[in-house]
DNA sequence: CCCGAGTCTGACAACGTTGTCCAGGCTCTA
DNA sequence: TAGAGCCTGGACAACGTTGTCAGACTCGGG
């Protein structure tokens, strides 16, 4: 009884009930393996005759071609990674949408992961990706090495970073142009009378902090005005540590008049110091916020175009893996500033 | 020169330029195949000095496990599928983040599609994520029937329906308190003092629109209220269309005095419309969204977890394919009444 | 009536991994 | 020192699919 043999040699975890295969399809259909595999993949030299009984015999066993195998045979899983900070986090909703769109204009499915801003997490998911052999990968770098992807990169799998840049390899990355937009901000700021304004950004170590803190040490360089330090604050964006270093910076003799945020969590945070507070203090956030035009007043931003951030990596992640091999390039996209009424509050003082 | 030839017979689309495979591996530590094996995977059995060996090897062939043909022999994937409506939708963000979460405590990776609404988009995405033999699939689904995961199923594809109960099968669903939470939202409006309050939902078929329009009719005949036709609108919940809903019931005579909106879009858009209004109304929304309390006044919401949805769907999921079988159950989670001022105003007339 | 060209079909190997099973060398005890 | 038992290592088959190649069959023309 070898087909009982056959059977019970089955790993016995499996999930797979007896899943049919397209042996058990051909068998059925009473035609060869070879072409049932013709049929299931639409080849050429099938008689309409026998397509139709290995159709049948298609539904009638409820077969699904089982892809691992085609992968382990063609080679291509025709599915790419992503890997992002935190998939709740407004910002990532479009981008990740985006990249799913272009992977789904080339036929190839998404698998997402969450680094958490962890670089082992980061690396740990990114390997986990290309043991799965997925095509490509999409990565918004938490860490700041990643010679952890070179022998991937040597073997194939194409590598796009968006947000910030790899660290330690060559490799294609698309930004935003972080630096510019927060110089213009600022500027603005300083347009409307503002000479003392504060910073609230994310980590330095982080590049998009540190860009628009350069940004905003650029803007007010052309003014000309000398920053202090206890202007700036960087550190981790949690509620808590933001709302003291808000609290501060608008307290004491010389308080800022006005106030940028490097991103939208830690703008969120200054809103609500600002609602409870007496003086009225202009801001501009790094981000765009949805029903920022709703708030009193409406809050005026650098907008950075999450979704374009994510086709452009997408479609540029697909160029490395249909045509030529070309060289790593640096893409930069320009922000756009928003005014709605927050930017715009004259200096109190 | 047989080397040459098992080469030349790769398919010559492959991506992976030549990946060493265990067997290179093996070859150049002087070991047998079975040896790296154990050694990659953490088996007894090999002598430190073995495996020190092994080591070596792969790490200076950069090797890496190929989990297409693990999966192929060991039947499972360890990856779970997450299909929903769009990424970019905030609702969802919290959703995937916990049951990415929960997968990762499982040790699975999770692979995700938008359907966009579209029944054929979420067929096609759930049997495309079946051939790739994800363990299982959590599902916000956009149609209303769902025959043909039966065959998935039977073969073993542990699978949960969030948000929306499955059509025409009989599976395990999570599902918010969706009657419960209009209800309690519209009687609140009516504690108010209001009597003429609008509905605006999402198109009847969707199973929550038509369970919150429930809330809404109940709430009222609770109250004794005759409901008015022209106080309900039911459709696609672009802004255009939401706008002119609203605007109609907003004019005439006996115009409404208070609205509850039956999701998180509807509700921006009339608070738009309401923002350019003369009289104020009452407006409680279903979805909580956020800056509610930044806005004026702050946005009284029946608010859903999210996150909570998605973390025991996916707990759910885990059940059925760790344990035993289960028999397929309907949760139900309670939703949460936020006052923040909005549906607390007085009806103006 | 036969042969060549063309069409359709199926046997077979290979993709890279893991489970089974056995061989050989070692240690430990009597 | 011999025998029993343990530990390590390796040969082999199988997972389900696809590419190659050759065989069988059909049809038309000579």
Chains 1, 2 share one sequence.
Not at 179 to 195: E, K, N, S, T
Not at 256 to 261: E, G, L
Not at 279 to 296: M, N, P, S, T, W
Request: aromatic share 4%.
């Amino acid at each position: 009884m070898p087909e009982t043999t056959r059977r019970a040699e089955r790993p016995s975890g499996s999930r797979y009930g007896n899943r049919p295969t397209m042996k058990d399809v051909a068998a059925r259909a009473g035609v060869g393996l070879k072409t049932v595999s013709r049929v299931v993949n639409g080849e050429p030299g099938v008689t309409p005759d026998t397509e139709r009984r290995v159709q049948e015999a298609i539904d009638a066993l409820g077969f699904r071609r089982n892809d691992s195998a085609r992968v382990l045979r063609k080679g291509r899983t025709a599915s790419i990674g992503l890997i992002l900070e935190d998939l709740a986090d407004p910002f990532y909703g479009p981008l990740s949408r985006a990249v799913e769109e272009v992977a789904r204009a080339h036929g190839a499915l998404l698998i997402n992961g969450s680094s958490a801003e962890d670089p082992e997490r980061e690396q740990e998911l990114a390997l986990a990706l290309c043991a799965r052999r997925v095509d490509g990968l999409v990565v918004i770098p938490a860490g700041d090495d990643h010679r952890y992807l070179e022998p991937e990169i040597r073997a194939g799998v194409a590598t796009v970073f968006v947000d910030r840049p790899a660290g330690k390899i060559d490799a294609d990355v698309v930004l935003s142009d972080n630096h510019g937009g927060a110089r213009d901000g600022v500027a603005h700021l300083i347009a409307h009378g503002h000479r003392r304004i504060g910073f609230i950004g994310d980590m330095p170590r982080i590049h998009t902090a540190a860009e628009r803190l350069r940004g905003y040490r650029a803007a007010m360089e052309d003014a000309g005005i000398p920053v202090e330090e206890r202007w700036m604050s960087l550190g981790v964006t949690s509620p808590e540590r933001v709302r003291r270093a808000a609290r501060e910076m608008l307290t004491g003799p010389d308080p800022v008049t006005a106030i940028f945020t490097g991103n939208n969590r830690v703008t969120v945070t200054v809103i609500r110091v600002l609602a409870g507070h007496s003086r009225r203090v202009a801001l501009v956030g790094f981000d765009d916020i949805e029903l920022a035009d709703l708030l009193q007043p409406g809050l005026t931003v650098v907008a950075q175009d999450s979704a374009a951030l994510g086709r452009t990596a997408a479609e540029r992640l697909f160029r490395q893996l249909d045509g030529t091999p070309v060289a790593p390039e640096r893409i930069e996209l320009p922000t756009k500033l928003i005014t709605r009424g927050s930017g715009e509050l004259p200096p109190d003082d």
